[in-house]
């Protein structure tokens, strides 16, 4: 096990001093998908696109007022995890969050801090709850992020607090 570790170890290194900036770059606006794939998600490059959702009602209506008489007393899937980190590496082990069914409401309280539980909350299943636990909510948003759904094929969307990690992952699709 520790010539793994330590391999791991190297490895690390290595794919670090491949990627020659320090910084991750800031883009003002959504690149098109052929761009974007080119130049971020071909080369395994982070960035961070500025303005890409400003356009969404979402981003004016979803006070937790609006969300709790939208969906409040809805029970949805929630994830809890210990640090906000689900499908990652704890300490020596791979995890994945904690599934819970609870109200919309409750999972609000949580977020806001009215209720202190533990663990960090968040709303999320890996082909989106929106579409099949929140449909009264899909007027808020567009139905796909046309630049990254035409790059990667996929839709997914994520509700919870700062320590939430946001991953877009590649996936497969069989027909």
Known sequence: MESVKKRLAEFSVEAHDLYLNRSVPYLEEPPDPLHFYRDWIGPNKPCIIRNAFSHWPALSRWTPDYLREKVGSKVISVAVTPNGYADAVNGDRFV????RRM???SVLDIIEGKVQQQGVFYVQKQCSNL????????????????????ALGLTCRWVGVYRVSLLWKYL???P
């Open 103 to 105: 109200s919309f409401s």
């Open 172 to 174: 497969t699709r069989v």
């Open 131 to 150: 579409l099949d636990e929140l449909p009264e909510l899909t007027d808020d948003v567009e139905p796909h992020v046309s630049w990254m759904s035409d």
């Open 96 to 99: 994945m969050p904690e599934e």
